[in-house]
């Protein structure tokens, strides 16, 4: 993986699945299991889903999804977006012992990014929201001559 791919939608639920298809296409050519293939999209559809829904509340915009290598053989997945400020890792854990009357609406998706995730960043950068999961890429297979 030397290089960084990404893809531009309206920040509009009709584009999830093209961003969507867009994960499992590139997580299949970088030789993820199909496990970990459904644990990146599950994580990737909750955080756009959140942009699609809450980013944008007075205006339209983009979000942009971009793979590019990241430190210690991982995989970046860079999620960006110029709506209103929101630090994923800011958002409490919800207690998930307490009964499901006592339990609050919400939460649990960024709940399940931060756990199926190795890792979560997030940055503000002038206007734009910078959210960073990483993967730890699969081990390589080395193709035996029969």
Do not use: W
């Not at 983009?62 to 995989?75: H, I, K, M, Y």
């Not at 958002?91 to 995730?117: H, K, S, T, W, Y």
């Amino acid at each position: 993986m030397d290089t960084s791919t990404g893809i531009v939608v309206p920040a509009q639920l009709v584009y999830l699945q093209k961003m969507l298809d867009f994960v499992t296409s590139f997580t299949k050519k970088a030789g993820f299991d199909l496990k970990r293939i459904h644990e990146i999209e599950l994580c990737v559809e909750e955080v756009l889903v959140n942009i699609f829904n809450y980013a944008y509340p007075a205006t339209t915009g983009d979000v942009a999804l971009v793979f590019q290598p990241g430190p210690e053989d991982t995989l970046e997945i860079r999620i960006q977006d110029t709506g209103i400020p929101f630090n994923i890792l800011s958002v409490n854990d919800p207690d998930i012992n307490a009964g499901i009357d006592e339990r609050q609406i919400g939460g649990l998706g960024i709940f399940f990014v931060r756990q199926l995730m190795d890792r979560v960043e997030y940055r503000r950068d002038h206007d734009r929201n910078i959210l960073s999961l990483f993967v730890k890429m699969p081990p390589q297979r080395e193709l035996s001559g029969g």
